[in-house]
């Protein structure tokens, strides 16, 4: 992917402002806690150092098995940066007040922010257990289950034995229907093969269906699909199906994705047949509004990962993922649609997860009372 040199600088500086910005709280406490001032600036010199010589563009995820163990450190310190940005103002008002010696009051708050750090690296996701109540929903079609999976990435930092665990994760569910909204891999053709293999074991007895996110086409697509349909799964690009179940029946559709201008919400429902209930996959929630429009009941979306770094407890208002859309993760509703943002299992940058859990989503789609 050709990129230009005014893109490049300005995702550098980006990058070099995040990355050394939010660790100067982190590092100052270093120094205080030692008493070695000098060591708190090398420190998040020396942590960043091969982070940014193993970066290339942010499209693209090339991570040797070796750098992964280097890098560990780095990541681990730069989630616990951020977690002591927040209780920096707690350990400035505790030495303020003479509650505590400054030294040991920026130990303390270190001790914990790291420790709050490789956690942030290290959390599998969380299973969500959703019960929905869809207007229109037909009784014959209440209780279907729907397990609902997104933004694997598989990658260096989720590789194939990480993506099987969540597979079997999944099917533990036994879930009616499996729905893949996208991003199912980090970028380029290398973990094409192992996420077909890994999530071939998906089972459903309504089938495994995928659409497809922006970073399935960070290489070459058409490769994912075939890797994915000879391993038993169902791509649904702008197309639906009519599927029955418990004497009802829905219409499933999948709708490709907008970054690569490739969306067509219309045609992925122009069959769909009037009156009958329907769940569209779109990795990109911004398509509910769209998708809505056009009488969806329905609609599974990721792509947003909740921010993958939050506020704590108030992600759905404080996160990062508000700069691209206005549905961050969760439900909502326009009418009588419903949508569902997942925040996905895996992540994109930084393997990071703080203020805002990775996890898979089991849907229970009931009819209204």
């Known amino acids: 992917m050709a990129w230009p040199r005014a893109s490049r600088l300005r995702f550098w500086t980006l990058v070099v402002t995040v990355t050394l910005g939010v660790q100067l709280p982190a590092a100052w406490a270093l120094g205080t806690a030692t008493g070695v001032r000098w060591l708190g600036l090398l420190a998040p010199l020396g942590l960043s150092l091969p982070y940014f010589l193993g970066l290339r563009n942010p499209f693209h995820e090339r991570v040797a098995l070796g750098m992964r163990a280097v890098l560990f450190p780095f990541f681990a310190w730069w989630a616990g940066s951020l977690v002591f ?39 599998e996701p969380r299973i969500v257990r959703r019960a929905l109540a869809l207007p229109g929903w037909p009784a014959a079609l209440s209780g279907l289950r729907v397990a609902h999976l997104s933004d694997l990435h598989c990658g260096a930092y989720a590789p194939e034995a990480r993506v099987a665990r969540w597979v079997a994760r999944t099917n533990a569910l036994a879930p009616d229907l499996v729905a893949v909204t996208g991003d199912l891999i980090a970028g380029g053709a290398a973990h094409v093969a192992a996420v077909a293999r890994a999530l071939s074991a998906l089972r459903a007895p309504l089938g495994v269906w995928v659409s497809l996110g922006n970073h399935d086409y960070f290489g070459r697509v058409e490769t994912l699909i075939e890797a994915l349909e000879a391993a038993g799964l169902r791509v649904l690009r702008n197309a639906g199906v009519a599927i029955s179940h418990g004497g009802g029946a829905l219409w499933l559709a999948g709708v490709d994705d907008t970054w690569a201008d490739r969306a067509d919400v219309g045609a992925a429902l122009s069959a769909c047949p009037v009156g009958a209930p329907s769940i569209v996959m779109a990795h990109d929630p911004d398509l509910f509004p769209d998708a809505a429009a056009l009488g969806a009941t329905l609609v599974l979306s990721g792509h947003t990962h909740g921010g993958q770094v939050a506020v704590p407890f108030l992600a759905r208002w404080l996160t990062p993922a508000r700069i691209i859309t206005r549905f961050p993760l969760g439900l909502y509703r326009l009418g009588a649609s419903t949508l569902h943002v997942t925040t996905g299992a895996g992540t994109t940058g930084p393997p990071v997860r703080l203020g805002a859990a990775p996890e898979i989503a089991l849907l229970e789609l009931r009819a209204p009372r």
Do not use: N
């Open 85 to 123: 940005v927040l209780l920096w103002p707690l350990v400035a008002l505790a030495s303020a007040l003479e509650l505590v010696e400054a030294r040991q009051a920026a130990l303390g708050a270190l001790g914990l922010a790291v420790a709050a750090g490789v956690r942030a690296l290290t959390r």
